[in-house]
């Protein structure tokens, strides 16, 4: 078998102990890595009593996968899975870095842990050994102590343990801040200054195993590939290929602030109540010239690096650091809480990585309490203070009481859904119409009422990681940026950003040897991967069950007209996507209720799933 | 192609991406695999955002040459290079330690000592880094008037100059 390390850690914090385990090649075969094997591990592990299954439970099992592509293709990235906090269904939330490298080449493919530690704990991955070692000293630490504190410690260990021999490269991490052990919702698993696996929410899941972090340092190669000549030359060729896209090169996704606020007209702004705002106001232009102080940055073999490392050098906000922020921070951060000062969103990026969250989801929920404030709902009783469109020190003090579920702080930490499910009983009317969510994902900054931007009306309802705009349902399923070719690239592992369909084929068998076509992607492997995560998003639980149809729905307001810009008077209608969604359903072999069939299910060789769903629904 | 004359990679390290495209191409080039911990240009970053490529510089006086017990390290006359006699080498790191900037490494597979030999004067590293516009390392003429030593420093030490020029006073508190 190439293209694999073939084996895996499977871990349980509970007793503390650690072994390797390893899959069937059909299994691999099937599934990949990443997105699709975490699909395979938790629905084996968890499926018969998924519904009862707590996220935050010991139960849970949390996925760190690479997949065979990773380190190969352009960008590779980690992918995070477990039973999502957030959508109670399984998310493969993925994120760049040397860790997934620094993994494969220490020689597994990915880690399976279960059960919860009695105290902090970190998890050191080393060539063929893995560890789980004291986190206390940097539990409660925000992103740049726990990365100054673990790295320094990381590189002492090597050094102990091979004296010398060199001078060490710093192991790659992976960590939670303070909310996340907090169990906040809104968390992400973290790396770098900035880069997050937010979607899922498991920044969360780690801290309920008190797992602060998982350190790698790999000495090894990557593991060979199939054919070692051809992959020597595809990655050239997709290099070349990825050096012309330009804009993405000198502007990252940042000039999405433009294009998509004031071009396009779907960027939230005011917790979506508009979708455009002048263009003058928050262009990417205006973040180079005040605060980036790099302007290409990247992980691991990427060709595009479309992150900048952003510093506030003067003013109120000085210090404040990221390696970004990307279109989905500068709007989340930024548009959705009227802020439109680079310097103010960076701060506020800064603050939302320092304490650990997920800034669409945090910037989703902040968006809510705002124009909850905005209508009298909350008042300055409820929070301690006054809570006003573009006040960045009010959103910043909410946002410490997310992370410290200090007050009104405790039911936001929740995330949007359950905040809005909650404050209505407690203020006794209706919240859930002021909730831009799908599938308790606060939903990506890209909306679909100018139908300008590449999401579609049944991306957000039809998708099986709800809210997640980097997996989106679109009614041509092969499309480049459709849910299922998003799941090929989560499974890979690598970064949809230099996805490149003449040459990703190629790139997959070149390296695993397996002759993957893009009709068997399309027709088996991403359907049967794409039904199991249907299936189990339908279970949900415990506290929250989604109904099919219902909830499958776009955010109320999405049905109200845009108010301003060239497109105002744009909306969504139900009859269109009760249409889309009807045809998506019969497309991906899903019934009337998107329920997958039975036929179908069986056609893809998943007839415990098929037994499952029957018991389920009756 | 051949360099006419010696050459030395230049390098702007603040410049650096993090891309790490440098490690994949020296190491297929020496290894026929990505190796990052077997690539003789190895991207160090001990904070984020302060990434950058730590290389050999060919010192005028060479003191992992001298160094060797063994005699295993020789200087290539043509490219100035300093070149391994893996079959002399006895992996005992005197080379490392007296490298000023610690840049030899002992191999993770055989243990042999392990130093950028500049492609025999078409280094790989330089040629990606250039094609993707980083310019980070760059290829010049290897002349005399250069102190290539100053570039034979620590990571630590390169980290704490860097960090600084990119974060200010800030910069003291992520080290």
């Known amino acids: 078998m190439r293209g694999y390390a073939g084996k895996f850690s499977e871990i349980d ?4 102990d650690a072994k390797d385990v390893r899959f069937s090649e059909e299994t691999l075969r099937l599934y990949l890595g990443g997105r699709g094997l975490a699909t395979k591990i938790l629905w084996d592990a968890l499926g018969k009593r998924w519904e009862a299954v707590d996220p935050l439970g010991p139960e849970n ?88 504190i673990l790295t320094k410690e990381g590189l002492g260990l090597l050094e102990e343990r091979s004296p010398g021999t060199r001078e060490w490269k710093e192991p790659s991490i992976l960590h939670i801040g303070p909310a996340g052990e907090r169990m906040s919702r809104v968390t992400a698993v973290q790396t770098k200054w900035t880069h997050g696996a937010g979607y899922g929410g498991y920044g969360a899941l780690m801290g309920s195993k008190n797992l602060k972090a998982v350190l790698f340092k790999g000495m090894g190669p990557l593991p060979d590939a199939w054919d070692m000549e051809r992959p020597r030359e595809l990655i050239w060729e997709v290099a070349r290929k990825r050096f012309k896209s330009d804009s993405m090169r000198r502007w990252g996704t940042g000039s999405l602030g433009y294009d998509v606020g004031a071009r396009l007209s779907s960027e939230p702004v005011r917790n979506w109540q508009e979708e455009w705002h002048d263009e003058k106001s928050f262009g990417v232009d205006r973040f180079e010239e005040r605060v980036w102080i790099k302007r290409y940055m990247g992980d691991f073999g990427c060709p595009t690096t479309c992150l900048k490392l952003a510093f506030v050098r003067t003013g109120p906000y000085k210090g404040a650091i990221s ?42 929920v902040l968006g809510f309490a705002g124009e909850l404030y905005q209508r009298g709902i909350l008042t300055k009783e409820d929070l301690g203070f006054e809570l006003n469109w573009g006040d960045t020190a009010a959103f910043t003090r909410l946002m410490r009481m997310i992370a410290d579920r200090e007050g009104i702080g405790d039911v936001l930490a929740e995330g949007t859904h359950r905040a809005a499910v909650k404050l209505g009983q407690m203020k006794g009317v209706d919240l859930t119409k002021y909730a831009i969510v799908a599938k308790g994902h606060g939903i990506g900054a890209h909306g679909i009422r100018s139908r300008l931007d590449y999401v579609e009306v049944v991306s957000y309802p039809c998708s099986v990681q709800g809210g997640d705009h980097t997996s989106p349902a ?54 049967r991967i794409l039904a199991i995560q249907r299936a189990v998003l339908l279970m949900g639980g415990p506290d929250i069950t989604w109904k099919p149809v219902e909830d499958d729905d776009i955010p109320t307001r999405w049905y109200e007209p845009l108010p301003t810009g060239p497109y105002n008077g744009r909306v969504a209608e139900s009859e269109e996507l009760v249409e889309d969604r009807n045809k998506y359903f019969e497309d991906v072999g899903w019934d009337s209720r998107g329920i997958p069939k039975s036929s179908e299910l069986r056609r893809l060789g998943l007839g415990d799933v098929e037994r499952k769903l029957k018991s389920f629904f009756n | 192609m051949l360099a006419e004359e010696p050459i030395w990679i230049m390098r702007e390290l603040q410049r650096c991406s993090g891309c790490r495209m440098c490690e994949i191409a020296c190491s297929l080039h020496h290894e026929g695999r990505i190796w990052p911990e077997a690539s003789r240009v190895r991207v160090f970053m001990f904070v984020p955002g302060v990434d950058f490529p730590h290389l050999c510089t060919q010192c005028h006086d060479y003191p992992c040459v001298e160094a060797c017990p063994v005699e295993a390290l020789s200087v290539d006359e043509e490219t100035s290079a300093v070149i391994v006699d893996r079959e002399k080498c006895t992996s005992c790191g005197a080379c490392v330690t007296a490298c000023p900037g610690r840049v030899p490494f002992l191999h993770p597979g055989d243990g042999k000592a392990t130093i950028c030999d500049l492609c025999g004067g078409d280094p790989e590293c330089v040629k990606i880094c250039q094609e993707g516009n980083w310019d980070v390392l760059r290829v010049v003429e290897r002349t005399e008037e250069h102190s290539y030593k100053l570039y034979a420093r620590r990571p630590g030490e390169v980290t704490e100059q860097l960090v600084k020029i990119l974060f200010g006073e800030r910069g003291e508190e992520l080290i």
């Open chain 1, 13 to 16: 914090l509970s007793s503390g």
């Open chain 1, 474 to 527: 679109q009614r041509d399923l092969r499309k480049g940026d459709s849910e299922l070719t998003c799941m090929l690239q989560d499974s890979g592992v690598y970064c949809m950003f230099n996805h490149e369909s003449d040459y990703i084929w190629d790139f997959l068998q070149a390296v695993t040897g397996w002759p993957i076509t893009a009709d068997e992607w399309y027709d088996n492997m991403a359907l």
């Open chain 1, 61 to 148: 099992i949390l996925t760190v996968l690479a997949g065979p592509l990773t380190g190969y293709y352009a960008g590779g990235r980690m992918c995070i899975s477990g039973k999502s906090p957030l959508t109670l269904g399984i998310v493969g939330s993925t994120i760049a870095g040397e860790h997934s490298i620094d993994m494969r080449c220490a020689g597994y493919d990915g880690l399976i842990v279960k059960g919860r530690a009695e105290k902090p704990v970190y998890i050191l991955v080393t060539d063929s050994r893995v560890e789980i070692r004291d986190a206390s000293h940097v539990w409660g630490k925000d992103r740049i102590d726990t990365y100054r």
């Open chain 1, 323 to 364: 390696d970004n922020p990307d279109y989905e921070i500068q709007a989340y951060g930024g548009t959705n809480l009227g802020i439109f000062q680079p310097e103010d969103n960076v701060h506020i990026c800064s603050v939302m990585e320092d304490l650990g969250f997920c800034g669409i989801q945090v910037g989703n």
